[in-house]
């Protein structure tokens, strides 16, 4: 139980009516999760506003509520509290609720639309290797230094960061990798936070369903540079065209990184081949063993942030060139025959065309390029197209399939793919709806040396239709494809 006072202590308050001085069980802001003694805080959504679900709230037992407005009827014995922003407002209270977590750890924050997971996840290895206590937060899972959690976003609401922030404090981690999507941004997910650093990989584009205009888009990613203190460090990817645009407005101290033009920390690659490439960082080698430009770019972020957060350099060149790929990120399986299958995540179109143009450059002969793609139904239906017209343009071979429909129907959303193929290349596709079948058909196609790009779902275990999560797995579908049809 904590004293709501001290809970609410800078969340904005306007008007208070009741006692600030009770004692109360949890923060909730979802009235169907409510129970006895617990503050209930509304927060106005996509879908309806928590504004209404104040009484059920009630009901079931809040003793206090958190709104932007109070209702007509105000009920005796219950606590309201006005405030300007209900999102904000969490935020703040979760941060309290949980001790303020944040600020005993080192955190560093990554945002961008591609190379988050990338590269939250290595630096929590690299900090790993290096010997210390570290946490994550990431598309993939939560860790707890070596404990793992599920997750359901990229970046959870503020209660849930700031709960497995609490457990960091309590196991002793000293440094938190985590990334920052937009929604969480524009939901004030992470604000209040206090960042040490952070980290701009790219903007394409993606999300433009929710955050409808690409301008909207840049100025939430850098919401999250603007509220650095002066303190911290704001690094930013300069190849990028709105690399400059995150730096503009902070107080933290600036630094960019670049493969293609004059930045603090600049890399090249020297070498590139299947197994990993050769990088020249400012004026120092580095083997990684992750491979294409997009990933050279990614792994000087890493080292930036390592240098900046005081990680000794040949140490953190000698750790790097360890690092594997995260699960799911050109995770790739070699078969008897000599078939290459790459599983990539890459699920916007940026992503699609670099993991492409990163295939090509390791073709040595005529080997063939057969992609499987689809792409996910209730998200931003304009990048449909896009990708379309880059998997046909950019493979031997393209095959349209199922990628987490969601509510919509999967034809349709394969249409939406169809339709940005241009006549040239429309012999070169193929729909088939099942993702199974879809992949089945590629391994069918394949001969030796020929390459499988399955993209969209990386490390995903599943595929969603109507609400309903079946278990489903790129990987070993294509692996177990591949061995069963001895290609
Ligand atoms: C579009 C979006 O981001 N939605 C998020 C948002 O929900 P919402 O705005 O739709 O909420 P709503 O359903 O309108 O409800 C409004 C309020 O009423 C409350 N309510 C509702 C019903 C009821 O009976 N009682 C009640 O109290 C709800 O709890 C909520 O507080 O707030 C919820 C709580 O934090 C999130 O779970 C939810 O994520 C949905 C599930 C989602 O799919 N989000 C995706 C798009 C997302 O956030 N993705 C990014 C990654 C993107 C990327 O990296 O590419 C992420 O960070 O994961
Ligand atoms: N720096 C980068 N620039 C462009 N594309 C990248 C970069 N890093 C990774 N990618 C591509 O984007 C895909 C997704 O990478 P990653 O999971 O690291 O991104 P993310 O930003 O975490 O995505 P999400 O928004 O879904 O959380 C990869 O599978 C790869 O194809
Ligand atoms: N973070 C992204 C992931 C997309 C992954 C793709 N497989 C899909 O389901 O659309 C999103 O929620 O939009
Ligand atoms: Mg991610």
């Not at 303020?100 to 630096?123: A, D, E, F, H, Y």
């Not at 792409?375 to 239906?381: A, E, K, P």
């Not at 449909?384 to 349709?412: C, K, L, W, Y």
Request: proline share 2%; with cysteine; aromatic share 8%.
């Amino acid at each position: 139980m904590k004293l709501l006072k001290d809970i609410l202590y800078g969340a904005g308050l306007n008007a208070v009516n009741g006692s600030t001085d009770i004692l109360v069980n949890e923060i909730r802001f979802d009235s169907r999760k409510v129970a006895m003694d617990d503050v209930f805080v509304a927060i106005k959504g996509t879908l309806t506003d928590g504004h209404l679900y104040i009484q059920k709230a009630i009901d079931s037992g809040a003793k206090a509520i958190v709104c932007e407005r109070f209702p007509e009827l105000l009920v005796n014995g219950v606590t309201y509290v006005e405030v300007a922003d209900g999102n904000t407002a969490l935020a703040v209270m979760a941060s309290n609720f949980y001790d303020n977590p944040s600020k005993n750890l080192r955190l560093v924050g990554v945002t961008g639309t591609n190379g988050k997971t990338t590269i939250s996840s290595l630096l929590y290895q690299l900090f790993k290797k290096a010997g210390y206590k570290v946490g994550l937060l990431s598309t993939i899972k939560i860790m707890v230094d070596d404990v793992a959690y599920p997750t359901s976003h990229t970046t959870p609401d503020a209660l849930t960061i700031n709960k497995y922030l609490g457990l960091m404090n309590e196991a002793g981690v000293e440094f938190c990798f985590m990334e920052v999507s937009s929604h969480g941004i524009h939901q004030k997910r992470t604000k209040g936070l206090v960042f040490e650093g952070a980290i701009f990989t790219n903007l394409s584009h993606d999300h433009l369903d929710y955050h409808k205009t690409f301008a909207e888009y840049r100025d939430t990613k850098k919401v999250l540079f603007d509220e650095l203190p002066k303190n911290a460090f704001a690094l930013s990817n300069i190849d990028d065209k709105n690399g400059m645009v995150m730096l503009q407005n902070t107080k933290a101290r600036k630094y960019t990184y670049a493969l293609k033009s004059f930045a603090n920390y600049r890399g090249q690659v020297l070498e590139a081949q299947f197994s990993g490439q050769l990088l020249k960082i400012n004026e120092l080698e580095l083997w990684s063993k992750l491979i294409g430009q997009f990933n050279a770019s990614n792994m000087l972020a890493i080292y930036a942030t390592a240098d900046l957060m005081g990680l000794e350099t040949l140490e953190t060149l000698r750790l790097l060139s360890e690092l594997d790929n995260v699960d799911g990120r050109f995770q790739y399986y070699i078969s008897a025959t000599k078939i290459t299958a790459i599983v990539d995540y890459a699920h916007t179109p940026d992503a699609l065309k670099n993991v492409l143009a990163t295939i090509d450059t390791l073709r040595t002969g005529n080997e063939r390029v057969i992609t499987v793609v689809g792409c996910g139904g209730d998200r931003d239906s304009s990048k449909r197209p896009v990708m379309g017209h880059i998997a046909s343009e950019m493979s031997s071979q393209a095959i349209f399939t199922s990628d987490n429909p969601r509510s919509e129907d999967p034809r349709a959303i394969i249409h939406d793919m169809e339709t940005g193929v241009e006549p040239q290349n429309e012999k070169k596709i193929l729909s088939i709806e099942n993702r199974e079948q879809a992949i089945k058909a590629a391994c069918q196609m394949a001969e030796s040396e020929d390459i499988i790009l399955i993209a969209g779902k990386g490390h995903e275990t599943y595929q969603e239709t109507n609400g309903k999560r079946i278990d489903f797995d790129d990987f070993k579908t294509v692996k177990n494809l591949l061995n069963s049809l001895n290609k």
